[in-house]
């Protein structure tokens, strides 16, 4: 299968450390201090803390073996190197031998705002600090297993699953709301419209019957955010009758779209 990317991942030396040039560490400079000004009290403890544990700063792009030394330790997980952008069926694999695939590219400077193909900013800004948590990680590790065992229809349903927790996830604190999602939390403008805009939803998860029932685009600001009240919440969803909640929602039917549907691609 043959997936066409505008960029061009680099390949890691013998040691797993990429050479990034000046230009491109400068963008994850100016990246990562943008970003971190506005995820302060709108990330949740969890984020914010992972940073800290994995030493993020502005001065350089991370490398793979800093960032793997400590997950490792932490929880058992590693980053591993890929293309921009890797088959579905690659991806859950890596992702259930608790390997998270990172496109080891950084955008260009006229994309800052906005990427459709992930890259290591998203990556590794915006994920690998969640998978410092232990209770976070594992249920990543336990949903890529249901995924790699489940038909092409189901696996519609557990993408917009994926969407709404590991992208996209909010969750209630003694704080207030907070973000854990990677899609947010490498956007200057979805994190500050997530928690404070009054324009979109934000339903409680439940037991994500409703998150199944959900459609959505990826190339738009999210109408709809669903709420966890802790990370506990999406693990249990693991652990019991995942695929009868599924068949559940597809009897039921999906909600109505709460964005444009002409021309555009819906999940």
């Excluded at 890259?119 to 594992?138: K, N, R, S, V, W």
């Excluded at 939803?201 to 009240?229: K, S």
């Amino acid at each position: 299968m043959t997936i066409l990317c505008k960029y061009t991942a680099k390949i890691p030396d013998a040691n797993g450390f990429v050479n990034y040039t000046p230009d491109e560490n400068q963008v994850w400079h100016d990246l990562f201090v943008r970003q971190q000004a506005v995820v302060v009290n709108r990330g949740s403890d969890e984020f914010i803390h992972g940073i800290q544990l994995l030493n993020m700063a502005a001065d350089h792009i991370p490398q793979l073996p800093e960032m793997n030394d400590i997950l490792k330790h932490k929880t058992g997980w590693q980053v591993e190197p890929v293309p921009a952008l890797i088959p579905n069926e690659l991806f859950f694999e890596l992702l259930a031998n608790k390997k998270f695939p990172a496109a080891t590219f950084i955008r260009h400077r006229d994309e800052l705002d906005y990427l459709q193909e992930p890259d290591i900013f998203h990556e590794f800004f915006g994920h690998c600090p969640m998978l410092t948590d232990q209770i976070y990680a594992d249920f990543t590790e336990s949903y890529a297993k249901k995924t790699l065992t489940a038909s092409d229809a189901d696996r519609a349903y557990l993408g917009r699953l994926y969407w709404f927790t590991i992208e996209f996830g909010l969750i209630n604190t003694l704080k207030g709301l907070r973000i854990y999602g990677g899609g947010i939390l490498s956007s200057k403008a979805e994190t500050i419209y997530a928690v404070e805009s009054p324009l979109p939803q934000r339903r409680p998860f439940g037991n994500g019957l409703d998150a199944l029932r959900t459609p959505y685009r990826i190339d738009i600001m999210q109408p709809i955010y669903y709420v966890i009240e802790n990370y506990r919440d999406l693990y249990d969803v693991m652990q019991k009758d995942l695929f009868g909640l599924i068949h559940q929602a597809q009897d039921l039917g999906d909600f109505e779209p709460q964005f444009d549907t002409e021309g555009a691609k819906t999940y």
